[in-house]
Structure formats: C-alpha cells, structure tokens
C-alpha cells in the first residue's frame, strides 16, 4: 500500500507542470551562471553576508540592540531557506524511485522500495558532506547566541562569498586544477619545515643561549622564515643557527617562485576557457541575432554596417587573426568552422539568431555552412555569398534564401551607371563609410503617389536619390532584362524608365540621408491623405 502511495506521488511530481517549473525556476536563481536572476541574487547574497558579519563584529565590543537581534534571524532564515534549496534541487527523489521502478518493470524483477530510498539518502548525504553545504550549514551556528564560542564560525560566512562572486570560483577552479602540483609542494615544504624546526630547536635552545623555549616556537620561527616575513622576535645567535636560517630563507625564495610559476601556468592554460565561456555567456544573452560567418573582406564592411546599425551580431571564423581583428574592434567572435553542428549551437542558431550570413571567400565552404545551417534550423533565413554563377543553384539547394554575388553586382553597378558619376559618388560615400550616405529600401503602400507611375515619372533625381532596383511581385515586369529570382518575387536592376511602379513593390534607393528621408515623408504623407479622402 505505501509503495503504491509513494510511487503516485513519484509520478505526479514528474507530470506537474507546476512542480518542474517551480524546482527550474529555483534551480536558476540557485545554481544557472547564464540566467540573470542568479547574478541578482549573488549581489543580495554577497551584500547580506557582508552585512551580518559586520553586525557580529560590531556586538563583539558593543551591546546587543533587538533590531540587530531582528536582523541576525532574517540572515538565518535566508541561510536556512537557501541550504534547504540547494539540497531539494540537488537530485530528484521522485526521478530515483521511476528510475528503480521502470529498471524492474522492465526485467521482470519485484520493485523493493529500500532500494530506491537508499539512492536517494546517498544522494542526499552526498550534497550534506560536499564542502560548500558544510560552508553554509557553518555558517548559520554563529547565530546560537548562548554559546559564544560558535563565533569562530564566523569566518565561514565569509567563505560563502566563494559561492557567490564568480571571480573566486576561477580562482578556486585553476587551484582544482593544479591540485597534484600543489599537493607535492605543500608536502615538499612540510618536509622542509619538519627539518628546519628540528635544527633550529638544537641549535637555538635555552642550553646553547639561543630563544627557543621549546618546539612549538621552532615550528613559529620555521614558518615566518621560509615566508620571507621575518618578523625577528627569535633571531638566531649561534652559527649553526644561523647557518640553517639561510638554507631556510633560500628554499623558502625557491618555494615562492616555484608557486608563483604554477599559478601562472594554470591560468595562462585556463585562460582561453574562460574567454571562451565569457563570449558563449554574452551570445545566450543576445536576441535578434545575425550570425556572419567569415571575417574577411567582406565580413568585415558587414560587421561595421551592423556595428553601426546597433545590430547584435556574433562572427565565426576559423582564422585566428580574423578572430584577434573582430575582438580588437570590440565585436563578439567565435573561433572555429561554421560548417559544424557545435561551432553554430555555440553561436546561438537555435536561440536567439534571425539570420546567417555565409560570407566567406569559398563557395565550398558557404555551401556546407547554409547545409548545416538549414539542418539545424529550418525557419532561420540564410543569404550566401557566391562568388561563381555555376554554384548559385547548388547554395538555393542547399537551403539558401537569398544569394549575394559580389563580383556580378560590382560588374553590374559599372556597365549601368558608367557615365553617371552622382551614382558613383553615392555607392563610393557607403564604401567609405560617409554616414551622411545610405542605402535604402522603401515601400510602395497603396494610395502611395508613386502607385501606377512609370520610373520616368517618378524622377527620384529630383530627390536628389539613385534608384538601384525594383522588387516587386508583379508578373507584368516578367519579360524585363536584368531580372533576378527572389522567393515568391523578383528584383529588377536599374529598371528601364518605362517600368510601371505598383502597391507592394520594394523600392532600393540610394542616396544622402536626407533625400531618402524626405522621400519617405512623402510617401507616408500622400498615404495619409489617400485614406482621408476616402473617409470623407
């Protein structure tokens, strides 16, 4: 009867909704470096520590008030609150007690509750011993106010700052990692004081005239001389003191320097992981994101475009100085190949990016990258670079929705405008990066003045703007030369002035900020005017 209660109850805690929630949202305040309420609640944790550890030193010459009485109990009942947290989300009980029973359903054998609740305890027990439940189960017994002696407890609450400022946790981490280096210097320097403590004491007793009473002050002098702070309380008076004070005072030289080299070395071998986690940190904070891939040229006239736009942006490349350019120019960069799942996963393709950018200088490469990328999300959109017209059809395979041909639009751009110089000097401005010049895209609304004209009509030079190109869905424009496919529609180049402008379609100007804003004016302010007019 109680197995069939607790396995209930085991499996409506893993279909509440409410319960997963509840132990997720607990888990991220908690334990979740990326989620942003953790780092809220490291800063109230780290200012109540502080707090409390000041109020405790500050009763140790000053009499006990009842709002510092008050306050100490609600720093307790936070620590209380927040040991009992860790411990709930630490393991799930109900998950051990499905896992024993699904394991005996599925052999055939009898489900012994024992065992279950034995996993569990263990589980549990293994968060009580670990050294950071220890640190905050310290931390709360300086509280118990009877027993003064728990004060020297104290020093644990500080200790549980390590768990809050992340800082700590690096440093702490690179130790982990150096434990075996640090270990063999810590007995090798256990030997060496064991040794000096001993010749010091026969050399420097009271019988030989010299001011150590007994071991314990050899041990005291040993462990002040092999720091190199030499307090000089006990001072040595007989040669062979003095001699084995500088064997200590040399190997105590040598013992810092070889610690130091050790901590450098683990944080120069760390370092790398912890830049990389850094950037991974701020790409999961991101949203609307445009992932580019490459940094050559090309990549980096796009990533300044952006960088200017106040765009969020992430650059992967497997070019390491790519890479050491975007970080100096202050963009978030990820070295490695965009063609792999993990290096696309890391730059956020499935949390928080909009669009890809495959711009690098081999159509190869642009190829494997928007495969991979339409893999692993079918809903982003992909624009890849071409740089020959033979792979175009293998990108639009591939997964691309739009193609950029550089080279064509440049050879395009020169046929069509040779002879214009105020088009050149406007695409020359955007290369330049002249912010006064821009390019681009209005729409045409319906009961917009440009609706049903002719280009020619329309004279955008007396705007002062360039037209560059028409999008439009309309089928009338389909035997038109410089026609190029889009999905659902087509873009026209430099339509000819006969091309009859319709609502929907996407103009592309170029031209000084101004004029493109005084275009838009107009277009919005004859929109406006259409709808009253037919209101009245």
């Given at each position: 009867?109680?197995?069939?209660?607790?396995?209930?109850?085991?499996?409506?805690?893993?279909?509440?909704?409410?319960?997963?929630?509840?132990?997720?949202?607990?888990?991220?305040?908690?334990?979740?470096?990326?989620?942003?309420?953790?780092?809220?609640?490291?800063?109230?944790?780290?200012?109540?520590?502080?707090?409390?550890?000041?109020?405790?030193?500050?009763?140790?010459?000053?009499?006990?008030?009842?709002?510092?009485?008050?306050?100490?109990?609600?720093?307790?009942?936070?620590?209380?609150i927040?040991?009992?947290?860790?411990?709930?989300?630490?393991?799930?009980?109900?998950?051990?007690?499905?896992k024993?029973?699904?394991?005996?359903?599925?052999?055939?054998?009898?489900?012994?509750?024992?065992?279950?609740?034995?996993q569990?305890?263990?589980?549990?027990?293994?968060?009580?011993?670990?050294?950071?439940?220890?640190i905050?189960?310290?931390?709360?017994?300086?509280?118990?106010?009877?027993?003064?002696?728990?004060?020297?407890?104290?020093?644990?609450?500080?200790?549980?700052?390590?768990?809050?400022?992340?800082?700590?946790?690096?440093?702490?981490?690179?130790?982990?990692?150096?434990?075996?280096?640090?270990?063999?210097?810590?007995?090798?320097?256990?030997?060496?004081?064991?040794i000096?403590?001993?010749?010091?004491?026969?050399?420097?007793?009271?019988?030989?005239?010299?001011?150590?009473?007994?071991?314990?002050?050899?041990?005291?002098?040993?462990?002040?001389?092999?720091?190199?702070?030499g307090?000089?309380?006990?001072?040595?008076?007989?040669?062979?003191?003095?001699?084995?004070?500088?064997?200590?005072?040399?190997?105590?030289?040598?013992?810092?320097?070889?610690?130091?080299?050790?901590?450098?070395?683990?944080?120069?071998?760390?370092?790398?992981?912890?830049?990389?986690?850094?950037?991974?940190?701020?790409?999961?904070?991101?949203?609307?994101?445009?992932?580019?891939?490459?940094?050559?040229?090309?990549?980096?006239?796009?990533?300044?475009?952006?960088?200017?736009?106040k765009?969020?942006?992430?650059?992967?490349?497997?070019n390491?100085?790519?890479?050491?350019?975007?970080?100096?120019?202050?963009?978030?960069?990820?070295l490695?190949?965009a063609?792999?799942?993990?290096?696309?996963?890391?730059?956020?393709?499935?949390?928080g990016?909009?669009?890809?950018?495959?711009?690098?200088?081999?159509?190869?490469?642009?190829?494997?990258?928007?495969?991979?990328?339409?893999?692993?999300?079918?809903?982003?959109?992909?624009?890849?670079?071409?740089?020959?017209?033979?792979?175009?059809k293998?990108?639009?395979?591939?997964?691309?929705?739009?193609?950029?041909?550089?080279?064509?639009?440049?050879?395009?751009?020169?046929?069509?405008?040779?002879?214009?110089?105020?088009?050149?000097?406007?695409?020359?401005?955007?290369?330049?990066?002249?912010?006064?010049?821009q390019?681009?895209?209005?729409?045409?609304?319906?009961?917009?003045?440009?609706?049903?004209?002719?280009?020619?009509?329309?004279?955008?030079?007396?705007?002062?703007?360039?037209?560059?190109?028409?999008?439009?869905?309309?089928?009338?424009?389909?035997?038109?030369?410089?026609?190029?496919?889009?999905?659902?529609?087509?873009?026209?180049?430099?339509?000819?002035?006969?091309?009859?402008?319709?609502?929907?379609?996407?103009?592309?100007?170029?031209?000084?900020h101004?004029?493109?804003?005084?275009?838009?004016?107009?277009?919005?302010?004859?929109?406006?005017?259409?709808?009253?007019?037919?209101s009245?």
């Amino acid at each position: 009867m109680h197995t069939r209660l607790i396995l209930y109850i085991a499996y409506s805690l893993k279909a509440s909704a409410r319960y997963q929630r509840s132990k997720t949202f607990f888990y991220d305040l908690l334990e979740n470096p990326q989620c942003k309420l953790k780092s809220y609640f490291d800063v109230f944790m780290i200012m109540l520590v502080i707090s409390s550890v000041s109020l405790l030193l500050y009763e140790v010459e000053h009499q006990t008030t009842a709002w510092a009485v008050s306050f100490e109990n609600f720093v307790v009942s936070v620590f209380i609150i927040e040991y009992l947290l860790r411990g709930w989300i630490y393991s799930d009980m109900h998950a051990s007690i499905i896992k024993q029973h699904e394991n005996t359903e599925y052999l055939g054998t009898p489900f012994h509750l024992h065992k279950a609740l034995g996993q569990i305890i263990a589980d549990k027990l293994s968060y009580i011993f670990s050294p950071s439940a220890i640190i905050d189960l310290l931390a709360i017994l300086p509280s118990y106010r009877p027993l003064r002696i728990l004060r020297i407890f104290l020093i644990f609450r500080l200790f549980k700052l390590f768990r809050y400022s992340q800082s700590i946790q690096m440093f702490t981490g690179v130790l982990k990692n150096k434990r075996f280096e640090l270990t063999m210097l810590a007995i090798f320097m256990g030997f060496l004081i064991f040794i000096a403590s001993t010749a010091i004491y026969m050399f420097e007793n009271e019988k030989m005239g010299g001011q150590i009473t007994d071991l314990y002050d050899a041990f005291y002098w040993a462990v002040v001389t092999i720091s190199t702070v030499g307090y000089g309380d006990i001072t040595p008076v007989t040669h062979g003191g003095r001699l084995v004070t500088t064997a200590l005072i040399i190997s105590g030289l040598g013992l810092l320097a070889f610690f130091t080299s050790i901590i450098v070395a683990a944080f120069s071998e760390k370092m790398y992981e912890f830049q990389e986690e850094r950037v991974l940190s701020s790409i999961e904070k991101l949203c609307d994101t445009t992932i580019v891939c490459g940094f050559g040229r090309v990549g980096q006239d796009i990533a300044r475009q952006l960088h200017t736009n106040k765009q969020n942006f992430v650059i992967v490349d497997k070019n390491e100085q790519h890479i050491a350019l975007a970080k100096r120019n202050g963009y978030i960069a990820l070295l490695g190949d965009a063609s792999k799942n993990s290096v696309l996963e890391q730059a956020g393709i499935n949390h928080g990016a909009k669009a890809i950018l495959c711009i690098t200088g081999d159509d190869v490469a642009n190829v494997y990258i928007t495969l991979t990328s339409r893999y692993l999300n079918s809903d982003i959109t992909i624009i890849a670079r071409a740089n020959h017209e033979d792979n175009v059809k293998k990108m639009y395979q591939a997964g691309a929705n739009y193609i950029v041909q550089s080279y064509t639009i440049a050879g395009l751009l020169a046929a069509e405008y040779i002879g214009h110089p105020v088009a050149f000097e406007a695409i020359n401005g955007i290369l330049h990066g002249q912010h006064d010049v821009q390019m681009e895209v209005l729409n045409i609304h319906p009961g917009c003045f440009l609706e049903g004209i002719s280009v020619e009509q329309a004279d955008f030079n007396q705007y002062k703007a360039r037209l560059i190109g028409v999008v439009s869905k309309n089928t009338d424009h389909a035997k038109r030369r410089n026609r190029y496919k889009l999905r659902n529609q087509h873009f026209y180049f430099n339509p000819d002035p006969g091309f009859i402008l319709c609502a929907g379609d996407i103009l592309v100007l170029i031209g000084r900020h101004l004029s493109i804003e005084y275009l838009h004016d107009l277009i919005a302010t004859s929109c406006l005017q259409k709808k009253l007019e037919k209101s009245l």
